[in-house]
């Protein structure tokens, strides 16, 4: 066994990286999704790279099974346990207004209706004391309800469970034992064991909903794979930029909600690191969607809490900013004006030029119309684009509008190219971050397509092109690391801060983090602990994350003056002040456990090849450019545009007065013209 193997499972195409570790060869392909058996187009794109399963050493793979339940409304039916009296903590939700100037602006529909919604006896008080006794027979009550009336899951979430999970742990037997394994059973103090009552139901809720879904895909995965001769676990991604086997991710199947895009994001962390840029903004555009996240100091950028369609969940999540726009993304005619997206016309039927049976213009047309592609050696030579059915299409739409085809195809790809630079603003500009202080690293099959084009609107001067960026994702979970994350309430001012108690606290965490390490079968050598405590000032609402240097550091002399010094700076970063002598509190006990594969090599550039090159007219502003078509194996030094770059996975256009070259990692830099 000496292969190992990345897999991420895409709305158009799968897409799998396959790393050598005898020979350190890196290669990827793809294939397109079957949405009505995902696992056809798994084994279709493995079997391109590896002729048989059983030489797989290690096997990662990223899914949007849960994610693309919770999109579709297609999750499961889900009955919710509350604490007597707080039936109805789900559905108030939170009462500020969060767009308060958007007219239309309506909370997301409940996942769980308000008849779903059952309550439950006993009660405890906020340190965790019980006040009055679990009321089993209520519990059971719920169970022949959920057995009676089909329910897939069952979400408890008392009150104050995450001080003491007690009464959530007795609830969770007598429902196992009652409904078996058929029902999944969800209990808050697992998913998230944090304060806030809403936030906290919000999260068993998505874990319910969506749970049952990616329990029975990868049990399905598992066991196809099987069958064919894998011998090794199964990993998954994690939202949190992590991995974990099959195994553990069935039973917290929450924490796979964002598997597949984040990928992409620990693929920029690995480039960054090769590249030794620390700021790095990492964007992805796929055949729906286009992803954008950041890496800041080496590190994704993360955060303890987030908002998912609208819903809270509380786990480590990477920020990660979606829009409608791929190169499937449909352009129609509203009121006389263009628009792009967010519908897509997905792997079936596809854009026109596939020649699926698609007859509405994509933002993939428009680039066949323009030149921008090559359509004899689409992915690599697997797929011929049909010129006359993009053509058409693009050609249907513009007279509708009246206008010229090729002004319409490069009209579409600039709309397409402003929603994209206005997506990465989101996650910038509008958090205090200047965009033109990162390289912009562009991925995914038609992210380095439109790269440059968005960089320029963005004022960034650099993007760089990985090797293989149709599949950098899947690359990227090559990666990453084994990752577990645990919290601990721990509400304390400073003045009664006991930092020898804090200490054994993080101890006590620290044990269990490195228990869970073993158990997904990470050597001790490999494996290593984080820890960190979220602070705020007394009287605030919301907290920042302050890292630690080990867990012992409370304990130590000076600590209170040390963390409020930090917390100051980190205070001062966010929001640009700080009040140093305001008293602060703790809130949250935070360790998190890393477990290390050896890494697989960067991509490197192949030698010089001999293919040959063709010239092509390609437009770019209106104008017709003498361009050569260059396959990247072939690149050798610098390159001035305009030329268009193809490889196996993707394409990369550099447009006129822009120059790439590559470096010695394989990755195609591209310097662009402000």
Not at 269 to 276: E, G, I, K, P, T
Request: charged share 25%.
């Amino acid at each position: 066994m000496s292969y190992r193997v990345a897999m991420d499972i895409g709305g158009t195409f799968t897409d799998v990286v396959c790393y050598d570790e005898r020979t350190g060869a890196v290669t990827a392909s793809k294939a397109p999704t079957t949405p009505q058996d995902l696992a056809e187009g798994v084994f279709a794109a493995l079997g391109r790279v590896v002729a048989d399963p059983a030489d797989i050493s290690f096997f990662v793979h990223g899914t949007t099974q849960g994610l693309n339940a919770l999109l579709e409304r297609k999750g499961a039916r889900a009955l919710l346990l509350a604490s007597r009296g707080g039936r109805d903590v789900y559905q108030i939700a939170r009462g500020n207004r969060e767009r308060m100037f958007d007219l239309r602006y309506r909370k997301p529909e409940p996942l769980v209706p308000r008849q779903d919604v059952m309550e439950v006896g006993g009660r405890l008080d906020y340190r965790g004391g019980e006040l009055v006794p679990l009321d089993e027979e209520s519990v059971r009550q719920a169970a022949r309800r959920a057995r009676e009336e089909g329910f897939d899951a069952v979400a408890v979430c008392l009150l104050f469970s995450f001080a003491d999970p007690a009464h959530e742990i007795r609830a969770g037997e007598i429902l196992r034992a009652e409904l078996g394994d058929d029902v999944l059973v969800v209990l808050s103090h697992e998913v998230a064991r944090e304060w806030r009552e809403y936030e906290r139901t919000s999260s068993a809720v998505l874990e319910a909903y969506t749970g049952p879904v990616v329990r029975r895909y990868l049990s399905r995965v598992e066991r196809r794979f099987a069958e064919r001769g894998l011998a090794v676990p199964v990993h998954v991604m994690q939202s949190s930029g992590g991995l974990v086997n099959a195994s553990h991710a069935m039973r917290r199947p929450l924490q796979t909600l964002l598997s597949g895009p984040v990928g992409g994001t620990m693929g920029g962390v690995a480039a960054s690191r090769l590249l030794n840029r620390e700021n790095v903004i990492c964007v992805d555009m796929g055949g729906t969607s286009f992803d954008v996240s950041l890496v800041v100091g080496g590190r994704p950028d993360l955060s303890a809490e987030a908002r998912v369609e609208g819903y809270p969940v509380l786990m480590p999540i990477v920020n990660l900013h979606t829009i409608g726009a791929g190169g499937g993304s449909i352009a129609y005619a509203e009121v006389g004006a263009l628009r792009v997206g967010p519908e897509s016309a997905g792997a079936v039927p596809g854009p026109a030029c596939y020649g699926r049976g698609g007859v509405r213009p994509t933002v993939t047309d428009a680039n066949v119309v323009l030149g921008r592609v090559d359509p004899t050696w689409f992915a690599g030579g697997q797929m011929t684009l049909d010129v006359d059915a993009a053509g058409m299409a693009v050609a249907t739409l513009a007279e509708e509008l009246r206008l010229d085809p090729l002004m319409l195809a490069e009209g579409i790809c600039e709309v397409a190219n402003a929603k994209m630079a206005q997506a990465i603003r989101t996650l910038t500009v509008e958090h205090g971050v200047e965009p033109r202080e990162f390289a912009l690293v562009a991925f995914g099959g038609a992210g380095a397509m439109h790269a440059a084009f968005i960089a320029r609107e963005l004022g960034i001067s650099e993007v760089v092109v990985p090797r293989f960026p149709g599949a950098f994702s899947a690359w990227g979970m090559l990666e990453a690391e084994v990752r577990r994350d645990l919290t601990h309430p721990y509400f304390r001012p400073q003045e009664t801060l006991d930092g020898t108690e804090m200490a054994r606290n993080f101890a006590l965490l620290e044990d269990e983090a490195l228990d869970a390490l073993s158990g997904q079968g990470v050597p001790e050598p490999r494996r290593r602990i984080e820890h960190a405590v979220d602070m705020r000032y007394a009287g605030q609402d919301y907290t920042l994350t302050i890292p630690l240097r080990e867990a012992a550091e409370p304990a130590e002399p000076g600590f209170l003056a040390a963390i409020a010094a930090r917390y100051a700076d980190a205070h001062t970063g966010r929001y640009g002040h700080a009040t140093p002598e305001a008293p602060v509190e703790f809130v949250m006990l935070r360790s998190t456990g890393f477990g290390s594969f050896p890494r697989a090599a960067a991509a490197p550039p192949s030698a010089p090849g001999q293919e040959a090159q063709d010239v092509r007219d390609v437009i770019f502003d209106g104008d017709v450019h003498r361009t050569p078509v260059l396959r990247r194996s072939a690149l050798d030094g610098e390159l001035t545009g305009p030329a268009i770059v193809v490889e196996e996975t993707a394409t990369t256009v550099i447009p006129p007065g822009c120059l790439a070259t590559v470096d010695d990692n394989g990755f195609l830099i591209l310097k662009v013209n402000l």
